[in-house]
């Protein structure tokens, strides 16, 4: 304890030297933008940042690259808040709520409670990161990809607790983005499914250009079309577009959420492969479940929001520890860190806490004020982003589409990603006006490949035989989780009517 | 019959995927004793979608009244909607055509007018400026290889790129 204390002082100095104290700024800097930008997502500048992390030292590398992640997790809230435009796909719940938040005329709180939330998680998972990274390792080099597709069975069931309206709908829509996830060569037979002749399909399709389709060219339509009268509720005018810190008791009124969303996100960020997009998901149905008054989540509910934007950023501290303790990267992230690991000849695992004490726990200290320091970050970013809805809307909405068509086109170069975006874009709108849910769309494209690959993988380990799914303990639990998750809104609906029906009866 | 209209919808999902259904099973493949194929897990994913149509149409059939979902949809202003849509789908269509500094130009000119931007000169100079920092941001500091246009476009766009010493 006292030698892991000594430790963190002399992280604490080393992290405040100028050198390693200007990488966490630049990173957070960094990562906040790239995260709030549609298709321009917190891994790519992960990876861009790569190449100079070979002028400086491990520490510097690994704080630039760590601040980047915590900033970049949390970027992508303010642009889903101030303009239902979520960075990357973690960022579609906090979405949900905030831009409603927003439309209410609450976007200053909306903003404040995201950049709190993000801080709290983000903090307090770099503490449990500090402290419990050893055991919670042990535990998670247990799990196989039979517990990975439980895991990924939990974030796919928990669409029918985010399908807002109609639960058929939202499993049309989830099916139907699990069914484009096939498109394209498969893996263990190496054969191309579903192109139809179409070269570009081969390569399958890219759940960024779906993502900026559906979301930011389907809003821009829905807004374009809709007469002034019938657009609903405004996003908040410019001058109420800042972010206001909760006050502390505001915070305390919602420590069931954000200490459930700690919970979810360092746990889902510490299992390989799943991340903050499945953490963020799966938080945001965990606190549907649990809220006294599920109907109201999509209309701008705090709770909803702090559990997956805690969830977010506490996956991060999450997803550091196989890294950091087994050498296995949680997260795409993490992979590019390790090879910044590997770059500077320092092997990330066991033996690093006994090789290079001093570099990991500066850079624990380094991920803790990295959090500490984005609720200042936070707050400006907030504020700069909020100056876009000063301006005009034709130009807004001109350029929004403009950025769209670079985001698709920077995936790979090639004007098939645009045509792919610019077509969700219209399916977007129409989704919307025929009140087809959309994040189960996005949830089935992006963990559908994930639960495909894990069942296939679990099939071949164990001869074909599904019932290893429930002998595993941990796999069972999770799975028994899911089918509540399905089960209970059913239930509920049922009980419900009864009451109903002997109120009306008495 | 607005749920049999409510359930065209469904429906035409529904037959898509018993197409893709069929298709999936002749996808070429020699299947490995033992092993699952390749069109196993879209089949299985295609079942669930068709199931979720038929529960739709279901709920469409059984929903008295127009359902917590018909809720009256905002009006549409037609003119609007088709022009957007035009234009967003012309954009990677002319792109490769023309260039994208040419395009870019052109669609924030349209678009920006289609959204209700009528005085010409601020569209003009928000077009022109707005394409030039584009290119400046994503073809001379990011190196995105953006479209240059084919034939004389392509030597248009080349010369443009000189002018604003981004080449």
Redesign the interface.
Known sequence: MWETLGYLAAGLAASLQPLNFLMILTGLAIGIVAGALPGITMLNSIVLVLPFTYLMGIVPSLLLMTSIYIGGVFGGSITGILFNIPGDPMNVPTTWEGYQLNKKGQVRLALGMAIMASAIGGFLSALILTFASPPFARVALTFSTVEYFAVVVLGLASVVVIGQVSIAGALMSLFAGMFLGTVGTEAQYGITRFAFGIKFLDTGIDFVTVLIGLFAIGEVLDQLSASKDAAGGDPATPSTARAQLPSPRQLWALRGSILRGLGTGVVIGAIPGTGATVASFVSYGLEKQVSKHPERFGTGVLEGLTASETSVNASTGGAMIPLLTLGIPGSGATAVMMGAFLLHGVQPGPLLFAKNPHEVYTIFVGMLLANLIMIVMGLIAARCFAQLMKVPEPILAAFIIAFCFLGAYALRNDMSDVWVTMLFGVLGFFMRRYNLPIPPLILGIILGPLAEQYFLTSMVSHGNDVTVFLTRPVSAAVLLTSAGLLVWPALRWRFGRRRAYEVKKA | MRAARRSI??AL?LLAGAG?FV??GR???VPVP?????????RL??V??M???V??I??VARAKGPG??ATA??????P??VG??AL??S??AL??LLGFPLT?FF??LA???????RRPLPLLL?GLL?TVA?LYV?VKV?Y????KGAGVMEDFTIFLYRLLRIF
């Open positions: 919808g469904p999902i893709l298709a999936a996808l070429p493949v033992g092993q699952l194929g390749p069109d196993f897990w879209p994913v295609l669930g979608l199931t979720a149509c529960l739709k279901l709920e917590p979902e949809p905002a009006p549409v202003s037609r609007k909607l957007g849509m967003v789908l954009y990677p792109a490769p870019n669609f924030l678009f920006m007018r289609l959204v209700g931007m928000t707005g584009l994503f990011v995105l290889p953006l479209p």
